[in-house]
């Protein structure tokens, strides 16, 4: 491997002095990502490079690959597990400002755009069109479409319309030797393929350990006509999640089913007192889209569910009350972090998803967890796909709090494992994840290893990720 004045050197030589950053401030910038454990070490790589093609990018590749230096792929640096952070040094590959869409092909339902698009500049771009890409992370105004079919993203409507890597037809990768790969076929617009091993599911959520994601093919769907708001409250935070189950067992898949715990709404109405969400136990909200009669016939059916258990129900189809309604669960990322005077909410243990079955009983379960160990968790996220947001709330620059809010992550995660469920649903595995994959994984672990070796011999793509430290 180079020293890092050489390896600075080479890069200045190679790309324009603009796109190399070397400086102490400018590499501090890139030492974290939203995660806690990223902001407990300094992990500074050796040097950025801000790069918007796909030559530039091979070429970093094959410096890389001859000198053996360590790639780390970045996107808006949004994530919570750790994934962008370079924790061996080397290169990071800073592709958030590749932001261009290459081709919306509207009569084939698809779009072609570059990794550094953010998902709601993209939404806006297909609106015209009646098009929209249906998966929502949730931070859709700064989450890149790279970002997001490298941790396979789902969010807010992955009950109804599923995962990112479900509408990803083809990619082009930069691999870790710099040769230039195409999948889903060199010059296909199909929208659906069988041909040979499915190398573009591979990539989605392979968080930058396999290669450099450099193009994106992605399937778009119609807008839906008409959408509908439900607000659901509730006494016993156990009955919410008894009527989510309720309203699958009767044949309804809403486009979103969000919660908030007594937490959440304290936090959401402090952060924003108009909103005045009566505290209870619990609030679902209800989001339901497609033709206008399918929404009110819809509509109709999820209230009387919840009417049977919930102490109240709100039914909105109009816009002004609508976006009032959603604004609760919209703001509950920000608001958590007023939960406390003095306190902030981390990313620790954040995305655990449960079996659908179990989330009652889940539910209590990380109540009790922060109880354990006096520290607060408010409770948000996808209930009906049983990805559960939970959000420690304590001071960052108190000692004791940061050891027992690291147990209260270990104690989630482990909660999540003993109930069949997985310790991430849509943020990945970064570095944060790395101690439960065995448990999770088991042989399954060794073959996905066999795979990152295959492609990547020497190790230099995101070392560290996924598997242990020792294994790259």
């Known amino acids: 491997m180079v020293s890092k004045g050489q390896l600075i050197q080479d890069l200045e030589g190679m790309f324009k002095p603009e796109r190399v950053l070397k400086s102490e401030l400018q590499r501090y910038c890139y030492t974290y990502d939203s995660s806690f454990v990223s902001q407990q070490t300094e992990y500074y790589p050796d040097v950025v490079v801000c790069l918007e093609c796909t030559e530039d990018v091979s070429r970093l590749m094959k410096y890389a690959w001859e000198n053996e230096v360590p790639v780390?792929?970045?996107?808006?640096?949004?994530?919570?597990?750790?994934g962008s952070v370079a924790i061996n040094g080397g290169i990071v590959l800073d592709l958030s400002g590749w932001n261009?869409?290459?081709?919306?092909?509207d009569a084939n339902m698809q779009v072609i755009v570059r990794p550094g698009i953010v998902h709601a500049d993209l939404n806006d771009a297909l609106s015209p069109y009646g098009l929209f890409f249906p998966p929502d992370p949730g931070s859709s105004k700064m989450a890149t479409v790279g970002g997001m079919v490298s941790n396979n993203a789902s969010g807010l409507r992955a009950v109804k319309y599923g995962a990112t890597f479900q509408y990803v037809l083809g990619l082009e990768v930069v691999l870790p030797n710099g040769e230039v790969m195409k999948t889903g076929g060199l010059k296909s617009k199909a929208l659906k393929s069988v041909s040979g091993i499915d190398l573009t599911r591979l990539y989605c959520g392979s968080e930058g350990t396999l290669g450099v994601i450099t193009e994106i093919r992605l399937k778009v769907l119609p807008k839906p006509q008409s959408r509908g708001i439900m607000l659901a409250l509730f006494e016993k935070l156990e009955d919410s999640a008894l009527t989510v189950l309720?309203?699958?067992k009767a044949g309804l898949i809403p486009s979103g089913i969000e919660i908030l715990d007594d937490g959440g709404i304290r936090c959401a109405n402090k952060f924003k007192p108009d909103l005045n969400i009566p505290e209870m136990e619990a609030a679902i909200f209800f989001e339901i889209n497609g033709s206008k009669a399918a929404v009110t016939e819809e509509g109709a059916q999820v209230k009387a569910i919840a009417e049977k258990r919930a102490a109240s129900v709100e039914w909105a189809t109009d816009a002004v009350r609508m976006a009032k309604l959603w604004q609760g669960r919209a703001v509950i990322g920000a608001a958590s972090a007023r939960f406390m005077e003095g306190k902030t909410r981390i990313f620790a243990g954040e995305d655990v998803c449960f079996p659908i079955s179990r989330v009652p009983e889940a539910l209590r379960a990380i109540r009790n967890i922060g109880a354990e160990y006096e520290i607060p968790v408010v409770i948000y996220g996808h209930i009906g796909d049983g990805n559960m947001h939970t959000a420690p709330i304590m001071d960052p620059l108190n000692p004791?709090?940061?050891a027992r809010t690291h147990q209260v992550a270990e104690a989630i995660h482990r909660l999540a494992l003993e109930m069949g469920g997985s310790t991430t649903g849509e943020h990945g595995v970064g570095f944060a994840r790395v101690p439960y994959m065995q448990e999770e994984h088991g042989v399954a672990l060794e073959?996905?290893?066999?795979i990152k070796k295959a492609i990547d011999p020497k190790l230099i793509m995101n070392p560290g990720k996924i598997w242990t430290l020792g294994r790259g």
């Open 246 to 248: 309720d309203v699958f």
């Open 400 to 402: 004791e709090e940061v």
């Open 447 to 450: 073959v996905m290893w066999s």
């Open 72 to 82: 780390t792929p970045r996107g808006a640096g949004s994530g919570q597990t750790g």
């Open 100 to 105: 261009s869409i290459v081709e919306i092909d």
